[in-house]
């Protein structure tokens, strides 16, 4: 059983920044992909922003040079700074860790940029 806490979110101005956090919980060892995914209303979830074998990072096109993602798997858990946010950053951000073929997601957690 894997399960993902996360922290953070909440409401920002644009232009401001903000870092998620999110701790897994349960039989996870080695390498694995942590990560964040994102959605829209009405849109399916999409990705943010993955780390996996150990430092390698892949951005969606939108948020590449303005978010950073930290995964510490001997630690289980994996941060999101988002800065230079943007009205369309708004969305439920979901914390995600992809193990033996499986992608597990947390419960969630909104970000809203105001402009």
């Known amino acids: 059983q894997i399960q993902l806490i996360e922290s953070g979110g909440g409401s920002v101005q644009a232009g401001g920044s903000m870092r998620l956090s999110c701790t897994a919980h349960?039989?996870?060892?080695?390498?694995?992909?942590m990560g964040w995914y994102r959605q829209f209303p009405g849109k399916e979830r999409e990705m943010v922003a993955v780390?996996?074998?150990?430092?390698?990072?892949i951005y969606a096109d939108a948020v590449q040079g303005r978010f950073f993602v930290d995964a510490d798997v001997a630690k289980k858990t994996v941060d999101l700074q988002m800065d230079s946010l943007k009205p369309e950053d708004t969305a439920v951000y979901y914390c995600i860790v992809e193990w033996r073929g499986t992608r597990f997601y947390g419960q969630g957690t909104r970000v809203t940029v105001s402009s």
């Open positions: 349960g039989n996870l060892f080695g390498f694995y992909p």
């Open positions: 780390q996996s074998r150990g430092t390698m990072r």
